[in-house]
Protein backbone atom coordinates (compact mmCIF):
# COMPACT_ATOMS: atom_id res chain seq x y z
CA UNK A 1 0.00 0.00 0.00
CA UNK A 2 1.26 3.35 -1.24
CA UNK A 3 -1.48 5.69 -1.90
CA UNK A 4 -0.61 9.00 -0.57
CA UNK A 5 -4.41 10.18 -0.60
CA UNK A 6 -6.86 9.89 2.15
CA UNK A 7 -9.45 8.37 -0.08
CA UNK A 8 -7.49 5.57 -1.62
CA UNK A 9 -6.37 4.54 1.96
CA UNK A 10 -9.83 4.74 3.32
CA UNK A 11 -11.00 2.38 0.31
CA UNK A 12 -7.94 0.37 0.62
CA UNK A 13 -8.69 -0.59 4.39
CA UNK A 14 -12.40 -0.87 4.33
CA UNK A 15 -11.84 -3.43 1.01
CA UNK A 16 -9.36 -5.51 3.85
CA UNK A 17 -11.78 -5.27 6.07
CA UNK A 18 -14.67 -6.76 4.09
CA UNK A 19 -13.87 -10.25 4.60
CA UNK A 20 -13.59 -10.39 8.39
CA UNK A 21 -17.17 -8.83 8.49
CA UNK A 22 -19.34 -9.56 5.79
CA UNK A 23 -20.49 -12.63 7.09
CA UNK A 24 -21.24 -11.53 10.28
CA UNK A 25 -24.26 -9.31 11.91
CA UNK A 26 -21.58 -6.71 12.10
CA UNK A 27 -21.12 -6.50 8.43
CA UNK A 28 -23.26 -3.23 9.00
CA UNK A 29 -20.82 -0.82 9.55
CA UNK A 30 -19.18 -1.21 6.36
CA UNK A 31 -21.63 0.77 5.19
CA UNK A 32 -20.77 3.89 6.28
CA UNK A 33 -24.92 5.51 5.68
CA UNK A 34 -25.86 2.88 7.90
CA UNK A 35 -27.47 4.15 11.11
CA UNK A 36 -27.64 1.68 14.32
CA UNK A 37 -28.98 2.57 17.69
CA UNK A 38 -29.13 -0.59 19.43
CA UNK A 39 -26.69 -0.54 22.04
CA UNK A 40 -27.33 -3.98 22.80
CA UNK A 41 -26.23 -5.42 19.19
CA UNK A 42 -23.67 -3.13 20.03
CA UNK A 43 -22.44 -4.81 23.43
CA UNK A 44 -22.88 -8.08 22.06
CA UNK A 45 -19.63 -8.32 19.28
CA UNK A 46 -16.97 -10.84 19.90
CA UNK A 47 -13.75 -11.73 18.22
CA UNK A 48 -13.74 -15.55 16.37
CA UNK A 49 -12.45 -16.71 19.46
CA UNK A 50 -15.45 -15.22 21.55
CA UNK A 51 -13.44 -12.90 23.12
CA UNK A 52 -14.73 -9.80 24.36
CA UNK A 53 -13.17 -6.81 25.29
CA UNK A 54 -13.76 -3.38 27.28
CA UNK A 55 -13.26 -1.08 24.56
CA UNK A 56 -15.61 -3.57 21.94
CA UNK A 57 -18.26 -1.51 23.09
CA UNK A 58 -16.65 1.98 22.06
CA UNK A 59 -14.96 0.60 19.44
CA UNK A 60 -19.01 -0.22 17.97
CA UNK A 61 -20.43 2.90 19.34
CA UNK A 62 -17.97 5.49 17.49
CA UNK A 63 -18.89 3.34 14.55
CA UNK A 64 -22.67 2.99 14.49
CA UNK A 65 -23.65 6.09 17.31
CA UNK A 66 -24.67 3.84 19.61
CA UNK A 67 -25.50 4.91 23.31
CA UNK A 68 -22.19 4.09 25.31
CA UNK A 69 -22.63 4.13 29.34
CA UNK A 70 -19.13 6.41 30.59
CA UNK A 71 -16.08 4.00 31.73
CA UNK A 72 -15.71 4.46 35.32
CA UNK A 73 -13.34 6.30 37.00
CA UNK A 74 -11.28 3.96 37.95
CA UNK A 75 -10.86 2.18 34.26
CA UNK A 76 -7.58 2.36 32.49
CA UNK A 77 -6.49 5.44 30.17
CA UNK A 78 -7.42 3.51 26.85
CA UNK A 79 -10.77 2.99 28.40
CA UNK A 80 -11.64 6.53 29.62
CA UNK A 81 -9.79 8.05 26.24
CA UNK A 82 -12.40 5.96 24.29
CA UNK A 83 -15.35 6.57 25.95
CA UNK A 84 -14.50 10.55 25.50
CA UNK A 85 -14.07 9.68 21.86
CA UNK A 86 -17.81 8.26 22.05
CA UNK A 87 -18.94 11.47 23.87
CA UNK A 88 -18.33 14.65 23.09
CA UNK A 89 -19.12 15.82 26.65
CA UNK A 90 -16.25 13.95 28.02
CA UNK A 91 -12.48 14.87 28.56
CA UNK A 92 -9.13 13.08 28.82
CA UNK A 93 -7.91 11.77 31.43
CA UNK A 94 -6.06 14.19 33.91
CA UNK A 95 -2.65 11.74 33.67
CA UNK A 96 -2.52 12.97 30.28
CA UNK A 97 -0.45 15.87 29.36
CA UNK A 98 -1.46 18.33 26.57
CA UNK A 99 2.32 19.80 26.82
CA UNK A 100 4.11 16.26 27.35
CA UNK A 101 5.96 14.38 25.07
CA UNK A 102 6.97 10.57 24.16
CA UNK A 103 3.89 8.05 24.54
CA UNK A 104 0.79 9.25 26.60
CA UNK A 105 1.20 6.62 29.13
CA UNK A 106 4.09 6.29 31.02
CA UNK A 107 5.43 2.57 31.14
CA UNK A 108 5.43 0.67 34.79
CA UNK A 109 7.60 -1.45 35.57
CA UNK A 110 4.83 -3.84 36.94
CA UNK A 111 2.91 -4.01 34.02
CA UNK A 112 4.00 -6.11 30.99
CA UNK A 113 4.92 -4.98 27.91
CA UNK A 114 2.49 -6.44 25.93
CA UNK A 115 -1.02 -4.46 28.32
CA UNK A 116 1.07 -1.40 28.13
CA UNK A 117 1.22 -1.59 24.15
CA UNK A 118 -2.27 -2.39 23.72
CA UNK A 119 -3.39 0.67 26.56
CA UNK A 120 -0.37 3.10 24.60
CA UNK A 121 -2.03 2.05 20.57
CA UNK A 122 -5.51 2.28 21.71
CA UNK A 123 -5.61 5.60 23.86
CA UNK A 124 -3.59 6.94 20.64
CA UNK A 125 -6.56 5.54 18.56
CA UNK A 126 -9.25 7.24 20.41
CA UNK A 127 -7.47 10.54 20.80
CA UNK A 128 -6.87 11.07 17.04
CA UNK A 129 -10.75 11.17 17.38
CA UNK A 130 -10.35 13.96 19.95
CA UNK A 131 -8.25 15.70 18.66
CA UNK A 132 -10.82 16.52 15.62
CA UNK A 133 -13.12 18.24 17.95
CA UNK A 134 -10.83 19.73 20.58
CA UNK A 135 -7.39 21.46 18.60
CA UNK A 136 -5.41 21.65 22.16
CA UNK A 137 -4.59 17.67 21.76
CA UNK A 138 -3.52 17.66 17.86
CA UNK A 139 0.30 18.31 18.72
CA UNK A 140 0.37 16.24 21.70
CA UNK A 141 -0.84 13.27 19.37
CA UNK A 142 1.93 14.53 17.18
CA UNK A 143 4.90 14.09 19.24
CA UNK A 144 3.67 10.56 20.59
CA UNK A 145 3.47 9.75 16.96
CA UNK A 146 7.09 10.65 16.01
CA UNK A 147 8.03 8.61 19.04
CA UNK A 148 6.46 5.50 18.35
CA UNK A 149 7.78 6.03 14.72
CA UNK A 150 11.14 6.24 15.99
CA UNK A 151 11.07 3.95 18.94
CA UNK A 152 8.50 1.03 18.89
CA UNK A 153 8.09 -1.82 16.05
CA UNK A 154 5.33 -1.37 14.10
CA UNK A 155 4.37 -5.17 13.94
CA UNK A 156 3.27 -4.19 17.39
CA UNK A 157 2.28 -7.42 19.88
CA UNK A 158 -1.44 -6.40 20.17
CA UNK A 159 -1.63 -7.47 15.82
CA UNK A 160 -3.86 -5.06 15.80
CA UNK A 161 -4.23 -2.29 13.57
CA UNK A 162 -4.47 0.41 16.36
CA UNK A 163 -4.16 4.38 15.16
CA UNK A 164 -3.19 3.25 11.30
CA UNK A 165 -5.14 6.50 10.41
CA UNK A 166 -3.53 9.04 12.70
CA UNK A 167 -0.25 7.50 11.29
CA UNK A 168 -1.22 7.92 7.95
CA UNK A 169 -2.72 11.25 8.86
CA UNK A 170 1.03 12.81 10.05
CA UNK A 171 2.50 11.44 6.97
CA UNK A 172 0.36 13.15 4.94
CA UNK A 173 0.70 16.52 6.53
CA UNK A 174 4.41 15.85 7.47
CA UNK A 175 5.34 14.70 3.93
CA UNK A 176 7.53 11.72 6.02
CA UNK A 177 7.83 8.65 4.35
CA UNK A 178 9.13 6.81 7.88
CA UNK A 179 5.61 7.22 9.26
CA UNK A 180 3.93 5.86 5.95
CA UNK A 181 6.42 3.01 5.93
CA UNK A 182 4.99 2.52 9.74
CA UNK A 183 1.38 2.86 8.93
CA UNK A 184 1.87 0.50 6.23
CA UNK A 185 3.56 -2.13 8.22
CA UNK A 186 0.79 -1.65 11.14
CA UNK A 187 -2.05 -2.63 8.32
CA UNK A 188 0.48 -5.83 6.90
CA UNK A 189 0.97 -7.48 10.48
CA UNK A 190 -2.93 -7.66 10.80
CA UNK A 191 -2.64 -10.07 7.95
CA UNK A 192 0.34 -12.21 9.01
CA UNK A 193 -1.73 -14.63 11.06
CA UNK A 194 -4.74 -15.67 8.40
CA UNK A 195 -4.15 -13.74 5.44
CA UNK A 196 -6.97 -11.11 6.49
CA UNK A 197 -7.76 -9.13 9.47
CA UNK A 198 -9.50 -10.82 12.42
CA UNK A 199 -13.01 -9.47 13.00
CA UNK A 200 -11.61 -6.46 15.76
CA UNK A 201 -9.08 -5.76 13.61
CA UNK A 202 -11.60 -5.39 10.76
CA UNK A 203 -13.58 -2.71 13.06
CA UNK A 204 -10.56 -0.78 13.91
CA UNK A 205 -9.71 -0.55 9.70
CA UNK A 206 -13.14 0.92 9.31
CA UNK A 207 -13.27 2.98 11.82
CA UNK A 208 -9.92 4.42 10.48
CA UNK A 209 -11.27 4.68 7.28
CA UNK A 210 -13.79 6.71 8.70
CA UNK A 211 -11.10 9.07 9.72
CA UNK A 212 -9.46 9.35 6.61
CA UNK A 213 -12.47 10.13 4.71
CA UNK A 214 -13.13 13.15 7.45
CA UNK A 215 -9.71 14.62 6.43
CA UNK A 216 -10.41 13.76 2.72
CA UNK A 217 -12.87 15.78 2.90
CA UNK A 218 -11.68 19.33 4.34
CA UNK A 219 -10.75 21.98 2.15
Same mark, same amino acid.
Given at each position: ??? @??? *??? *??????? #??????????????? $?????? !???????????? =?????? +??????????? #??????????? !?? /??? #???????? &????????? &?? %?????? +??????????? /??? $????????????? %???????????????????? +?? $?????????????????? !??? +???????????????? /? =? @?????????????? /? &????? %? *???
Amino acid at each position: MLQ @QLP *SAW *SASLVAL #ARPALIRTPWARVLD $AEAGVS !DAAWAASFCDEL =GHRRVL +DRFVLGRLTGC #ATEPAPLDASI !DV /RLW #AAACNDQL &GVPEAIDPD &GD %GPLIAQ +DATQGIELWTQ /REL $ASLHALWWIAQRD %GVWAGRLDRALGWHVRSIQP +DN $ATGHPWAVHAFVDLSLRA !DDR +DVLLHAQQVVHTTLIA /R =G @QPDRFSALLLVDAA /R &GLDRI %G *SQP
